[in-house]
């Protein structure tokens, strides 16, 4: 009798043990921080290159609500998250280590690997090191692991899961391996039985809502709340002034020359041409990956220089730059560095180059014409660098080839689409190879459709769901 007590003592210690190890509950009596309204927001990537969720961040922390916001920590964070330590704390995810980096050329061994140290990562932030929240907030894709972990998290804790769609995982992984590959299927599947546990979602696009509501089999059928909470310009995002605009040109050349004397004397030449509206600047904004195809820009480009220096002089110069960091530049480069030393871009030129947030505004608000490549990989998302574009008074042009392009941009009123690269050159030729009436009324499209901000979309629409009661 006495070994059975023993025993008995010994299993419910343990219980007691393992419930005590546990994440601790918002609302419970351990668990008894209860700020109101504390959000978790997790970015299973770089947070200074996710402004969606900088920006989700900023607004719930402008409702006095503390904000605990988890991912990597690889470049600048949005100003405004820097001026609020006392609502948003940033935790940074810890990188891959290199135990486990060594093996990135076998991707058998790496993926598993990597996928499990982030399961570990992200339990002990999610669950131990931050404090019990009411809500986490979740940006998706990549889905893997972070709906897993996300959603067993919230269980124990009590928190609400809200996932904030940004595109499908499973489409992305599809551009690489195809439709029909076991590892896409496994994808699609995964991403949505995952889903179904959450409290509410926040889609992009109506599109994309639509999809998660009706166009998938009803085992998998998405039942909780779901918003539509298109992107929109914050504040920072400004029309100029043609005195402010010269003023950045005239920092541009600088900015693009990086302490090469000889190329900034050619940007300097270029940015006076602007002046004398010799040259036009266009502008695009990347992450460099698979779901943006810039031969079709550069196939464009050539063909517009070739028309520029033969049968249509009329034709202005062009200064291209093209901004972002991201896994295919390196090759982007060189496919330019090709075309110039083979004189196919003799009335054009390319730069590549990452800038401020804040000259990244500027630069929109200085540029005649943005750029958008994003071919979007499951039709139904749409570019957030479109919205940055009108918010800055940029008219848009850019492939126009998916569903929901049209929510965005209406044809011949802030913007204008195409579907190759001959669609593109013939757009350069009707906006720069006139006399500027139609690039004028893109322009008075683009700063109508700016007019609607960040702030007013999200606290109609988020704002209702984390704050119900005014």
């Not at 757009?427 to 006139?434: A, D, K, S, W």
Request: net charge neutral.
């Amino acid at each position: 009798m006495t070994d059975f007590t023993n025993w008995l003592a010994l299993i419910f210690g343990a219980i007691l043990l393992v419930l005590y190890a546990l994440p601790r509950r918002y609302g419970s009596f351990i668990g008894r921080e209860r700020t109101a309204n504390r959000v978790q927001i997790l970015v299973l990537g770089d947070i200074g290159r996710s402004p969606r969720m900088q920006y989700h961040a900023l607004s719930i922390a402008n409702h006095g609500c503390a904000v605990d916001l988890i991912g990597y920590v690889e470049s600048d964070l949005h100003h405004g998250i820097l001026a609020k330590p006392q609502l948003i704390t940033v935790h940074p995810l810890n990188p891959t280590p290199e135990s486990i980096s060594r093996y990135k050329s076998n991707f058998l061994i790496y993926g598993p690997l990597k996928v499990l140290f982030q399961i570990w990562s992200l339990w002990l932030i999610l669950g131990y090191r931050t404090r019990p929240a009411r809500w986490t907030l979740v940006q998706n894709p990549p889905s893997i692991p972070t709906l897993f972990v996300a959603g067993l998290v919230c269980f124990f804790r009590s928190s609400h899961l809200v996932i904030d769609w940004h595109n499908f995982g499973y489409s992305i992984l599809a551009l690489k391996l195809g439709d029909k590959h076991p590892l896409v299927v496994i994808s699609r599947v995964y991403e949505w039985v995952f889903a179904r546990f959450a409290y509410a979602h926040f889609c992009v696009t109506n599109a994309m809502s639509r999809v998660l509501a009706c166009n998938y089999d009803s085992s998998y059928k998405i039942t909780a709340n779901i918003r539509p909470l298109h992107d929109r310009p914050t504040s920072h995002f400004q029309v100029l002034t043609k005195a402010h605009r010269y003023d950045f040109l005239d920092r541009l050349a600088d900015l693009l020359a990086g302490g090469d004397d000889r190329k900034l004397i050619d940007y300097l030449t270029l940015v006076k041409d602007m002046y004398n509206r010799k040259c036009k600047l266009l502008v695009s904004a990347t992450s460099w990956t698979p779901d943006e195809d810039f031969s079709i820009l550069l196939e464009a480009l050539v063909k517009y220089s070739e028309l520029a220096g033969t049968s249509h002089p009329e034709l202005p110069e062009l200064l291209a730059v093209i901004t972002g960091k991201g896994p295919q530049k390196r090759e982007f480069v060189q496919q330019i560095e090709g075309l110039q030393k083979a004189g196919k871009l003799e009335f054009v030129t390319i730069e590549t180059a990452f800038f401020s947030s804040s000259d990244y505004a500027k630069l929109l608000g200085a540029a005649d014409l943005g750029v958008s490549l994003h071919t979007s990989s499951s039709g139904v998302d749409l570019p957030m660098k479109v919205v940055d574009m009108f918010g800055a008074g940029l008219p848009v042009v850019g492939w126009s080839n998916f569903e929901a392009w049209s929510e965005l941009v209406h044809e011949g009123i802030n913007g204008m689409g195409f579907s190759d690269p001959k669609g593109l050159l013939n757009i350069l030729m009707q906006l720069f190879g006139t006399n500027g009436q139609l690039l004028r009324k893109l322009r008075d499209g683009a700063i109508q459709e700016g007019t609607t901000r960040w702030d007013d979309e999200w606290d109609t629409v988020a704002g209702s769901l984390f704050f119900p009661h005014p």
